[in-house]
């Protein structure tokens, strides 16, 4: 073995650490005024960045905001006054194709990326920028440290989101799942 897993995990939290550091705290309130004025919000990724989009959108459900993980089977379909996240490290592909669509339909398209340009960002009024590889190198496996700092970044906003709307924990708790 070429080290110690602990040492591993203290790297992914350092290197977290960093991203989270360069995150733009006016583009997180746009962010939280988007989601606030929103009729619905729908969340969007391929892989695993779209786990970390549907658990965003989960958080989002139990304070209380219409949310859904676009592709779901009770996803209804987007509108104007509705906002549309897309959770994508490159900006490109499917989710791209989903922005226009949320664009056309005249629902605002936010973007949670590591660029800070593209067809999406232009698309987007809010572009969260996550400098995963370009300001902050890594260690870790393939697209790992973008998904973990999408949900770390995503559980912030949602913090901010339950503080703004006024959401005591007690109704989350009671929008939590509770057949299983």
Same mark, same amino acid.
């Given at each position: ?60 459900? #139990? ?7 676009? @592709? /779901?089977?009770?996803?209804? @379909? ?13 900006? &490109? ?8 669509? %949320?664009?056309?339909? @005249? ?10 340009? @593209?067809?999406?960002?232009?698309? %987007? ?13 890594? /260690?870790? #496996? ?21 503080? &703004? ?9 009671? &929008? ?5």
């Amino acid at each position: 073995m070429t080290g110690r897993i602990v040492d591993y995990a203290r790297g992914n939290v350092a290197e977290l650490a960093a991203v989270v550091d360069t995150v733009d705290e006016q583009v997180l309130q746009n962010l939280v005024a988007a989601i606030v004025g929103a009729q619905k919000v729908y969340l969007s990724g391929i892989g695993r960045s779209g786990l970390s989009a549907r658990a965003v959108a989960m958080r989002l459900m #139990h304070i209380g905001i219409q949310a859904y993980a676009v @592709g /779901e089977i009770a996803t209804p @379909g987007i509108e104007a006054g509705d906002l549309f996240i897309a959770v994508s490290a490159t900006g &490109r592909g499917s989710l791209l194709e989903q922005a226009r669509v %949320a664009d056309k339909v @005249g629902a605002p398209v936010a973007a949670i990326t590591t660029k800070p340009d @593209g067809e999406l960002q232009q698309l %987007a009024g809010v572009v969260l920028v996550l400098p995963v590889r370009s300001q902050v190198p890594t /260690e870790q #496996h393939a697209g790992s440290l973008f998904e973990q700092s999408a949900l770390v970044v995503g559980d912030a906003v949602c913090r901010a989101v339950q503080e &703004r709307l006024g959401v005591p924990e007690s109704e989350l708790d009671r &929008r939590h799942a509770n057949l299983s």
